[in-house]
């Protein structure tokens, strides 16, 4: 952690709190995007993120500093997504009990997104991926964490994260040439 | 390396996230195999695209409105509150399974002594109260004599005299008068048929 964040985490545990406002700025942006992402839909994320920030402000003091801040955002917002995305799922399998009638997937994440999200590639791809081969992959190769920095973030042990890495690229590329070749075909 | 095994390290490979030793092993293979150097392109390929496709679509955005109203919504900050039970909630498990053990060891060690035989029901006589279970007739004479006061207060009542009825008490009391004047002592020592006998040292 640098100098200047651990300064700011100084500042805001004796009790200034417009000190957090600096130290979580430079991460506003790739904070709500990865909850994007990893949530499939930008109310959601937003929800996800602010949820972030007030824990990562209310447990400030149990920070370990010899580690990187920005991970630990990353970590307090992954778990927050996978709460909210397992409240969702619930909440959808029970509107199906009530509503039988309704028989749209309630369990896509790209419901409720705008048609511009929907033609999100990049999204329609994810959306095949198991969440922690999803979690892993976003940490890896789009924030570009290290192996054993991700497995920090999610808890989990390198050859776990090497595991669903593995998996997630494969899984990712066989769509890519499928949709592809599809988009080949129709041109 | 057969071509199996070096295809389930591909996509390990793509990223470079292999360990030296295996990426070594895996390039000798490559060298020699065009399938699957092939394989590998793809995944390359597929992996730069994703990476293009995550800067080159749209980003959200936080409103400033909405980034201001979460800064508000901040209450005041925890400070190092959760340090104690962090250091006691993450500790590893094995840790845990041996304290059990420890505590498991104490309690049967405590169980253990604290069954230890009761002196008051005991059938061995504590120290210095020989004279209160040796019968009547092994009582040697003069018999052991305890102190005053203990005597006193010990064995001041009669035992009973029923053969079928044994009692807790001693078969034999003892009395001792001391005389302030003359400093003569008196040992009175009662058997089980309350008969006593006088012996003055």
Redesign the interface.
């Known amino acids: 952690m640098d100098e200047k964040e651990n300064r700011l985490v100084e500042l805001v545990l004796s009790g200034r709190r417009e000190a957090f406002e600096p130290l979580v700025t430079p991460y506003r942006s790739s904070l709500l995007n990865l909850a994007f992402r990893l949530t499939g839909d930008a109310e959601e994320a937003k929800e996800a993120s602010q949820e972030a920030l007030l824990r990562a402000f209310r447990y400030l003091g149990t920070f370990n500093r010899r580690r990187s801040f920005r991970n630990w955002l990353m970590g307090i917002l992954v778990n927050v997504s996978r709460t909210l995305a397992a409240e969702r799922r619930k909440s959808a399998r029970r509107r199906l009990d009530l509503d039988p009638e309704n028989t749209a997937s309630t369990d896509d994440p790209a419901r409720g997104v705008g048609e511009k999200e929907l033609r999100s590639r990049l999204m329609d791809s994810l959306r095949h991926l198991s969440p922690r081969e999803k979690e892993v992959f976003l940490l890896r190769d789009l924030e570009e964490r290290t192996i054993l920095e991700t497995a920090g973030i999610l808890g989990c042990s390198p050859v776990s994260v090497r595991v669903h890495l593995s998996a997630a690229r494969k899984k990712l590329r066989d769509r890519l040439l499928r949709t592809s070749g599809r988009r080949g075909r129709t041109e | 390396m057969n071509c199996r095994r070096a295809r ?1 390290l591909l ?2 490979a ?2 470079s ?1 292999l360990p030296t030793r295996l990426g070594s092993r895996l390039a000798a293979h490559l060298e020699r195999c065009p399938a699957c150097r092939k394989e590998l392109e ?2 390359r390929r ?2 730069e ?3 293009t ?2 800067r080159e ?6 409103p400033e409105s ?2 201001r109203a ?2 508000q ?11 104690l039970s ?1 250091f006691v909630f993450r500790r590893p498990a094995w840790l845990w399974q041996v304290s059990l053990v420890l505590v498991a060891a104490a309690a049967a060690l405590w169980l253990l002594l604290s069954e230890r035989p009761d002196p008051e029901h005991s059938s061995f006589p504590p120290s210095g109260q020989n004279a209160a279970v040796v019968g009547p007739e092994e009582a040697t004479f003069p018999a052991p004599v305890p102190r005053a006061a203990e005597a006193a207060e010990e064995h001041a009542f009669p035992v009973s005299r029923h053969p079928s009825r044994p009692s807790a008490r001693p078969s034999i009391s003892n009395l001792v008068f001391v005389s302030g004047e003359s400093g003569l002592t008196v040992h009175w020592v009662f058997n089980s048929e309350f008969e006593w006998k006088e012996n003055i040292p």
């Open positions: 389930s996509p390990l793509a990223g996230d793809t995944l597929a992996l695209e994703l990476k496709l995550a679509e749209g980003r959200l955005e936080w909405e980034w979460v800064m919504r901040l209450g005041p900050a925890k400070e190092r509150k959760r340090r962090a």
